[in-house]
């Protein structure tokens, strides 16, 4: 077990290891004032949450093998989080759901049904995995698959937020439950730990062929009848929507907000965020302040809409995000660069009290946490893994976060305390991103923190390589799996803050700083 913070101080003070920040003159200062006073905002402990495509189906977990100890490994070091599985292809399923049945599944199952197999579509230019702009036609999910899918979630500590098929209508245009009450029936059966979505990004049903489209006030009733289903059934279960791709697209967002207002919908209310489309997207956009200030932007557009409907005490979630969609731009979206629009979306949503951010993807498309071929972890993983073991759901203030244009971010939370931490109550956490590419930023902490020990946690691509690396170093130190299954450990440097009291963030990169002696009264 890791020695905490001030056993491991004592004992690297002794042997006069510690590294002693140098003061260094540099044209980019920037002020870090922090309210350690007060609490400004609450997440929740599963704030970093994940999604695989729904059209994994039709795919047929093809190359995921949910058994591995090392997708068991990977999954688990995440925890806890909502596992969201949806996507376009979540309104093409049709679920056969066998009831009474133990259905006890081979790791090479064969479902019967189902599209082609991944590698016969390959051939069209998709990237391997890749979700968005595929799984446009009829699947059928079987009860091995739902089994297999259900046993991985349990197994990695996770929740399973499904989402259910909303365009199975009616002559009249409303949603038919029949489908999915066979799927909820049996899944309370067999005492899974499901909760719920309908339909993904109802504003954009124009663009597929063959699906019916479906207005804010229609998918606003189709919530009333599943809600009233659950709540005589499973009341427990989250229900969360409406998933919407666009803030204004047919007014579909406001008009679901306005006419689900009397608390007869869904309990979460969640909605889709990208940057830009990952066909045109440059490497430049990706540290843009910005393209990174188009969220900000959002995030008060929502709120707004929130108030119009009288609904600003709504648990909110982005529940699909990612940096670009249509699978993310290739060799961008999965390298080093793509974690400063993934860690600054996590600051921001944290600062308006979002509960659960769902990273698109856990696997699947360029924008994916793991390799589509070795499933090995790319650089956002690692980030993903520094911010679950040390951003609390604490939130604090620092001066000036919400203003735009900003080239070096920074954000502070009350530090997570884990089991076995080397850290106490009290203690804070900076997550800080300099997007300049050519100038280092030196935060400048209070006065009160000069000659106090800082754990410093710098993510960089390895020497000689750069931005579109996707190896990530800590601390100057290539991150990787050890044997090919196990998660590392993060390990930080422990250094003295100089007498300027600046700490250094060096062009394009992003660190964690974890203030081990803050005494934050916040975070007691």
Request: with cysteine; charged share 20%; glycine share 8%.
């Amino acid at each position: 077990m890791r020695q905490r913070w001030i056993d491991a101080i004592a004992m690297l003070l002794l042997a006069l290891a510690i590294v002693r920040l140098p003061t260094v003159k540099c044209d980019v200062r920037v002020p870090v004032n922090i309210d350690m006073k007060t609490v400004y905002a609450t997440t929740s402990d599963g704030f970093l949450s994940v999604t695989i495509d729904a059209s994994e189906i039709g795919h047929n977990f093809s190359g995921l093998d949910f058994r591995s100890k090392k997708l068991t490994n990977l999954g688990r070091a995440l925890s806890p989080a909502v596992f969201r599985f949806g996507g376009t292809a979540e309104d093409y399923i049709t679920y056969d759901i066998k009831m009474g049945m133990d259905n006890v599944m081979a790791p090479n199952y064969t479902k019967t049904g189902g599209r082609q197999p991944r590698t016969q579509r390959e051939g069209a230019g998709m990237n391997i995995g890749m979700d968005r702009g595929y799984g446009d036609s009829p699947v059928t999910m079987t009860t091995e698959q739902w089994d297999y899918l259900n046993e991985y979630v349990n197994a990695i500590g996770m929740k399973l937020v499904f989402g259910l098929n909303a365009q199975k209508r009616s002559e009249d245009g409303s949603w038919d439950i029949t489908n999915a009450k066979r799927l909820i029936e049996y899944t309370k059966e067999k005492g899974y730990d499901v909760s719920w979505e309908l339909g993904n990004e109802p504003d954009s049903y124009p663009e597929h062929s063959g699906f019916a489209n479906v207005s804010g006030e229609q998918m606003a009733s189709d919530f009333h009848v599943l809600a009233d289903y659950l709540k005589s059934n499973d009341p427990m279960k989250t229900l969360a929507g409406p998933d919407v791709a666009t803030l204004s697209r047919y007014d579909l967002f406001q008009s679901f907000l306005d006419h689900v207002k009397d608390g007869k919908g869904p309990n979460v209310i969640t909605w889709h965020q990208y940057y830009g489309n990952g066909k045109t997207f440059q490497l430049h956009d990706f540290y843009s302040s910005r393209v990174l200030d188009k969220l900000l932007h959002e995030l008060g557009t929502v709120e707004s809409m929130l108030k119009h409907a009288d609904m600003t005490s709504a648990e909110v979630w982005l529940g699909e995000t990612s940096s670009c969609y249509d699978g993310g731009a290739p060799g961008i979206s999965d390298t080093f660069t793509a974690g400063f629009m993934w860690l600054d979306k996590l600051g921001l949503t944290a600062l308006y009290n979002y509960t659960h951010i769902c990273r698109q993807t856990l696997y699947g498309g360029s924008y994916s946490l793991l390799d589509a071929h070795t499933k090995d972890p790319l650089p956002d993983y690692f980030a993903s893994l520094a911010y679950k073991q040390l951003m609390g759901k604490q939130v604090l203030s620092v001066e000036g976060q919400l203003s735009e244009g900003r080239t070096t971010r920074v954000y502070a939370h009350c530090t997570k305390l884990l089991p076995g931490s080397m850290y106490k109550p009290g203690a804070v956490t900076l997550m800080a991103m300099n997007l300049d590419n050519a100038t280092s930023a030196q935060l400048r902490l209070p006065a009160n923190f000069d000659h106090t020990v800082v754990a410093q946690y710098v993510f960089a691509p390895p020497p000689g390589s750069n931005v579109q690396s996707k190896v990530v170093c800590l601390n100057k130190n290539p991150l990787s799996l050890i044997n090919g299954e196990i998660v590392p450990e993060l390990r930080p440097q422990l250094a003295v803050i100089p007498t300027d009291g600046t700490i250094q963030v060096p062009p394009l990169t992003y660190a964690f700083f974890v203030l081990p002696t803050a005494n934050a009264t916040a975070c007691m």
